[in-house]
């Protein structure tokens, strides 16, 4: 894994296990809330037409609604960029406790209510989406070049194309990652570990994040780019 170095400081690692949530928090949506992604909205515009055509197992409502929760969470994200534009650490430590709080009632709701019912089908969706929608935007701000934490097509071209790129790589390689161990929780556990997990990961992040933002420490890379 890439490590702290003095342009972005903690960002680079803190931004791959971020993507690692993208992984863990779809495998979730996909396998068990209607064939849905929460992250990737390219695969939710996609699934929409598909839906939309008449095929079996797709539900465009669901797109819709993780679709509208992104879009929702984005806009929130993106002023929450506007609002603490000067240090990028103080930035993407209130950001990821704020979507803690949202993968925290997820998790508990998941584990209280399940997930079969449509009303909380649906819940779990918005909260989640609304979750990544605030991560994308927040990530993009933060000008990490080859980390976006969920989307990999322009980084899997890029990686190809340019024959370099070890945070690509690592992107990659995170995402993927994510995604399985999110799929064998939610296939030989249950829908709240598999969030707890990303849960975990989050807290971790914030922490991590809160810390090295201290001033003494995040002279050089704290600044917006």
Do not use: C
Not at 85 to 114: C, D, I
């Amino acid at each position: 894994m890439p490590t702290p170095d003095h342009e972005h400081g903690p960002l680079v690692p803190m931004l791959l296990v971020l993507t690692v949530v993208t992984g863990v928090v779809d495998a979730v949506s996909y396998l068990e809330l209607g064939h849905v992604f929460v992250a990737n909205m390219t695969g939710n515009v996609v699934f929409l037409g598909f839906a939309l055509a008449g095929a079996a197992g797709l539900s465009a409502t669901a797109s819709l609604a993780a679709l509208a929760a992104f879009l929702l969470g984005a806009a929130v994200g993106g002023h929450l960029a506007r609002r603490l534009p000067e240090h990028r650490g103080h930035l993407l430590t209130a950001a990821v406790a704020a979507q803690s709080v949202l993968v925290a009632a997820a998790t508990v709701l998941a584990a209280l209510a399940g997930h079969e019912a449509e009303g909380v089908r649906y819940t779990l969706i918005g909260l989640l989406g609304f979750a990544m929608g605030g991560q994308n935007a927040v990530v993009r701000s933060l000008k990490v070049p080859d980390l976006t934490t969920t989307v990999l097509t322009m980084t899997i071209t890029a990686l190809a194309a340019d024959r370099t790129g070890r945070r690509r790589l690592a992107s990659t390689v995170w995402m993927f990652a994510g995604a399985l161990l999110g799929a064998l929780l939610v296939l030989h556990a249950d829908v709240p570990v598999a969030l707890s997990l990303a849960l975990v990961l989050l807290a971790a992040v914030a922490v991590v994040t809160h810390l090295a933002s201290r001033p003494h420490l995040s002279q050089g890379w704290a600044a917006p780019r």
